[in-house]
């Protein structure tokens, strides 16, 4: 004892046995030892060597090979080393590591770690200092020698540190767990890390793989670092004494937000809810544990909740990154939840009341009041007096007083529509103001002022007032519908509310505004259906779509002389299509009926009488004889022009942003044009303005148009190309050397047309080129084949022939009753089609297609029984310009006949040399040229077109060979006959001038459109002038 020389004894029974002494012997022959010592202590030896000398110690220490997978040995070594044999808790996993080595050796004893009981034995950590463990890195193995229970709690860490991750650098960790279990929580750690990767905020090396360990309740984790302290954090809740495994892990990314902040008032908030929940008394569920982590990194929230309240936390996140005052202010947040009103309704009245009033005084966003919805809650934040002022407020709004007592009572309108005094009532009713707000939670009292309700209900509102108090729980008992088949308005709300509905009702209804009457308007002058258009567009506007729809102001009173009339032509655009003018009319009697309102109809009936006092424009309509144009053709050439020239004006008008002139103007300017066929006569309806320039046009185009007449002359002329050889001998007057007297003499061939012309197509004088002609006729050079004159329309066509129209065969058809060949029509002869086109300089433009066609004795095979005459065709396509009375000739067109002939006396001729002089040849080359040659007089419209008609008929009939007796026959002719000219060969000393001049008896015959003259209606004529000098000079020019 202190203080004593007394020694102190221990009271338990292991203190006493360790405080005496023993003394010890071994005997090696035995294997035993010799124990001397009090009882106590010898006691305490046996228990000693029974447990030493147990079975598991038989073999105390022993080696073993552990080969990794994945794992680097020098790695696990170093873990092994520091933290289980050394026992250094300096890293993070030092401690879950050594308390997992101390379940695993419990676990080696037999013992249950997961047991409450053996919770201190499972967690408390011994260092296996005589454990050695080396690495062998060249085979990646791990050597370890020590005691077998040793070795097995090495090898069990080995496998759980032995992980595929371990590879990329990932630390595995042990975390034994005390109350949850380790495959939940692995289960639940899964499941988040899953949904962090479906939300894409995942790293590759922040995968996690967690085995749980049921033997020892331990959970293997392997990750990164970062990742490590997510896991931590949510192990501090879901490992705790209370955790409640009802409701699930979440999450929730909160992208762009500040998570830190976003949890701490979650947590507030739902810790708040439940709070009250449970204080009003609700039944306390384990559905509303809730906890919150935040991954500032990755911007998630990681919520331990049920799926109700996971949707309610939703709801709140955005509720409160709308209303950026919640999070940037300071203070305490609280979610207060209501009974009656809406959180909108009760959150803008707070905010009016309290919440503007303290930001204005003590800064922006000191107080905060938002909106939840889904829980008709407010989210408030504030100091601790804002939230109780605020909940005082709460608890004064949300609560109304129910009217047990409602009226419903119908008034039916007698002017007004229901549908609109609906709409209008519950717009006054509902108590919105210019701001949108409706001041929920107070009352308002209503007051309706007219002027004559005192005399509309008498005594009952005195004063012409009616008055009564309105509030969000009145509102709702408010109900209006109308009633649209008897235009009534069906009310239902406290009896003070119906007074003031009926007294706006009987006011409106009372108004005699906008009323409507209908009016008649005969016109005399106007068109019905145009002034009906005229009003429309009149009191009509349309802008980018929308109606608007002109009125009268109203009635104004001149200040300076009220009794004088009120003016009501001013008008103003409303977009109210009920409002706009009804028009229709009655095109029977010319009448336009109005509909409208007595200011409207004024005016219309002042527009009215302005324009229908307006006579219309008068048109007078007219016949004209036409005398040489064709009333059809005319009326076609009238109308487009008159047609042109209105678009033309219109267009003009209308382009330069004005209007394209009123309809009398239109009227005015309008020309209808009728041709009659039969009759050849015009109608033409026009007004008397424009009429004698409508007269003036018809004259000019009914003028009498030039005509030409065309002499043609189709002529062949025969070049000669003659080579004679050999002698032609006549003895006496016999003929047995050749057909012919025989002379002695040859022949050289004949000069060439265009010798003789000098050109093929050449132009002169008509004289010169007669004379020429007639020169080459005499020498047997020319050929006349057709000598047509015809007179011509200008630019009218002309067709002359003289031939045949022939058949021959067309197409063939087999059938299985035969084979039928159509015959074709083709005209064969002398055809000339011409058009001349008159020139203001005195030219005329011909369009020339002559054709000379003739049928052959040759045929072609068409087909196997039918054959087809081959026909000759010479023809010339072209056009010319001639001076008036000038001669052109066109040629060309030549044809080549080769001709050779021998004469000789019968056997001497044929002898070798001898027979030279008995024997004689001939070649002959003619080639025939044919000749077009026309001389085109014009001939002007009027008086000189009869005068040249009446000199083409005598000389005609002057030509014949009785001329007398044809005078005889149709009559004398009007002016000097000329005498018949005599024979041609009696003429001696004169030129020669061939004039073709056809006489046409009968109406020319039409076929396929061109002017046809037969050769049988064709009297020739011709004035003959030689003189014996050029006749003299054209012989010796041919010899």
């Known amino acids: 004892m202190p203080g004593t020389t007394r020694r102190g004894l221990p009271p338990t029974a292991t203190g006493q046995a360790l405080a005496g002494e023993i003394a010890v012997s071994v005997d090696d022959r035995t294997n035993a030892l010799l124990v001397a010592g009090r009882e106590e202590a010898v006691a305490l030896v046996e228990v000693l060597i029974r447990d030493l000398d147990a079975d598991t110690v038989g073999n105390w220490v022993e080696p073993a090979l552990l080969p990794l997978e994945h794992a680097d040995a020098r790695t696990i070594a170093d873990i092994i080393n520091r933290v289980v044999i050394q026992g250094t808790r300096t890293t993070p996993e030092a401690d879950g590591l050594q308390r997992q080595v101390a379940r695993l050796r419990v676990l080696a004893s037999g013992g249950d770690p ?13 260092p296996l200092a005589s454990l050695v463990v080396e690495a062998e890195p060249e085979t990646n193995t791990l050597i370890v020698v020590g005691t077998p229970a040793n070795i097995e709690v090495v090898r069990e860490l080995v496998s759980s540190l032995d992980v595929e991750l371990a590879s990329a650098g990932n630390v595995v960790r042990f975390f034994p767990l005390r109350f949850a279990a380790a495959d939940r929580v692995g289960s639940v750690l899964n499941d988040v890390f899953s949904q962090r990767e479906a939300a894409g905020v995942l790293r590759p090396e922040d995968r996690l793989i967690a085995a749980p360990d049921a033997r020892t309740n331990t959970l293997i984790v392997s990750t990164s670092a970062r990742s490590f302290e997510i896991i931590e954090s949510l192990l501090t809740s879901l490992d705790a004494e209370n ?26 908030l739902m810790t708040e809810r439940i709070e009250s929940t449970r204080r009003t008394g609700g039944i306390d569920s384990p559905m509303d544990t809730f906890s919150v982590l935040a991954d ?80 008709n809650a407010l989210i408030v934040r504030g100091g601790d007096a804002d939230i109780d002022a ?47 707000s409706t001041g929920q939670g107070r009352a308002t009292r209503l007051r309706y002022l007219r002027q004559e309700v005192t ?28 009633d649209l088949r008897t235009n009534s308005v069906l009310v239902s709300a406290p009896t003070s509310i119906v007074d003031l509905i009926e007294s706006i009702l009987l006011d409106l209804d009372g108004s005699t505004a906008g009323s409507r009457e209908i009016e008649t308007f005969r016109l005399v002058n106007a068109d019905a259906r145009a002034m009906a258009e005229v009003l429309r567009d009149l009191f009509n506007l349309r802008l980018q779509g929308d109606t608007l729809v002109l009125i009268p ?17 001013s008008v103003t655009a409303v977009p109210d299509e009920r409002q706009e003018l009804s028009i229709t009319i009655d095109a029977r009697t010319n009448t336009l009926l109005v509909s409208g309102t007595e200011e409207y109809l004024e005016l219309v009936r002042k527009v009215v009488m302005d324009l229908d006092v307006i006579e219309a424009n008068e048109r007078e309509q007219f016949v004209f004889h036409l005398k040489n144009a064709k009333a059809k053709e005319l009326e076609t050439t009238l109308q487009s022009y008159f047609d042109t020239e209105a678009t033309t004006i219109q267009a003009a008008l209308g382009g330069a942003g004005g209007v394209a002139g009123s309809v009398s103007r239109q009227l005015e300017q309008e020309v209808t044009v009728v041709g009659d066929e039969k009759s050849n006569k015009l109608l033409i309806s026009a007004s008397p303005r424009y009429l004698s320039q409508v007269e003036q046009i018809v004259t000019e185009l009914d003028a009498a148009p030039p005509q030409v007449e065309i002499q043609v002359l189709l002529a062949e002329v025969t070049l000669d190309d003659e080579d004679t050889w050999g002698a032609d001998i006549t003895v006496g007057g016999m003929s047995g ?71 021959v065969p067309g197409d063939t058809t087999s059938t299985n009753s035969g084979v039928t060949t159509g015959v074709t029509y083709q005209d064969v002869g002398i055809i000339l089609e011409v058009t001349p086109t008159i020139n203001k300089d005195g030219f005329v433009q011909l369009d020339i297609k002559p054709e000379i066609s003739a049928l052959t004795s040759r045929t072609t095979q068409v087909s196997e029984n039918v054959q087809a005459p081959i026909i000759t065709r010479r023809s010339v396509d ?69 005068e040249r008609y009446r000199t083409l008929t005598d000389k005609a009939i002057n030509g014949l060979s009785d001329p007398q007796r044809v005078i005889d026959e149709v009559g004398p002719v009007d002016g000097n006959r000329q005498e018949a000219p005599p024979p041609l060969d009696e003429q001696s000393d004169a030129s020669v001038d061939f004039l073709s001049a056809p006489r046409i008896r009968a109406t020319p015959a039409t076929v396929e459109g061109n002017t046809r003259i037969e050769a049988s209606e064709i009297d020739w004529t011709a004035v003959t002038r030689i003189q014996a000098k050029q006749a003299d000079k054209a012989e010796e020019g041919r010899k």
């Not at 080459?776 to 007179?791: A, D, F, H, I």
Request: hydrophobic residues 40%; negative net charge; glycine residues 8%.
């Open 455 to 482: 005399d509309a209900l008498g005594n009952r509102v005195p004063g012409g007032l009616t008055e009564a108090e309105v509030d969000d729980f009145i509102r709702e008992q408010v109900r209006l519908t109308a």
């Open 243 to 268: 955790s409640n495994f009802t409701v699930g892990l979440h999450v929730l990314p909160v992208p762009g937000a500040d998570v830190s902040a976003l949890a701490r008032n979650l947590q507030q």
């Open 737 to 807: 050397l050749g057909p012919d007297a025989y002379q002695l003499g040859s022949f050289a061939a004949g000069g060439a047309l265009s010798s003789a012309l000098g050109a093929a197509n050449l132009s002169v004088s008509s004289v010169d080129f007669e004379l020429m002609v007639r020169a080459l006729e005499v020498q047997g050079k020319l050929e006349v084949l057709s000598r047509p004159s015809v007179t011509v329309k200008n630019n009218e066509a002309a067709r002359m022939q003289v031939g045949e129209n022939i058949g």
């Open 114 to 126: 997961t047991d409450p009981a053996a919770r201190i034995e499972s967690d408390l950590f011994v």
């Open 878 to 946: 072209t056009t010319v310009s001639v001076m008036n009375g000038q001669t052109v000739v066109i040629g060309g067109l030549i044809q080549t006949t080769k001709e050779s002939r021998e004469w000789k006396v019968p056997f001497v001729g044929d002898i070798p040399i001898l027979g030279l002089p008995f024997r004689s040849s001939k070649e002959s080359n003619v080639k025939t040229e044919l000749l077009v040659i026309l001389t085109p007089h014009i001939i002007p419209g009027g008086q000189p077109a009869v």
């Open 296 to 375: 500032p990194a990755n911007s998630l929230l990681i919520l331990a909740c049920s799926e109700e309240n996971l949707q309610l936390v939703k709801d709140l996140v955005s509720t409160i990154q709308d209303d950026a005052g919640l999070i940037s202010s300071g203070g305490r947040m609280e979610l207060i939840e209501l009974q009656h009103a809406r959180a909108e309704e009760i959150a803008g009245s707070i905010r009016e009341v309290y919440v503007n009033r303290e930001n204005e005084r003590r800064g922006q966003n000191t107080v905060s009041v938002t909106a939840e919805t889904r829980l």
């Open 390 to 436: 605020i909940r005082e407020l709460v608890a004064r709004f949300d609560k109304g007083e129910v009217l047990s007592v409602q009226d419903v009572r119908r008034f039916e309108l007698t002017s007004a529509n229901a549908l609109e005094v609906v709409r209008l009532l519950e717009g006054v009713l509902a108590g919105r103001g210019l701001a949108g």
């Open 553 to 569: 102001t109203g009635q104004r009173e001149d200040p300076e002389d009220p009794q004088s009339p009120r003016s009501s032509s």
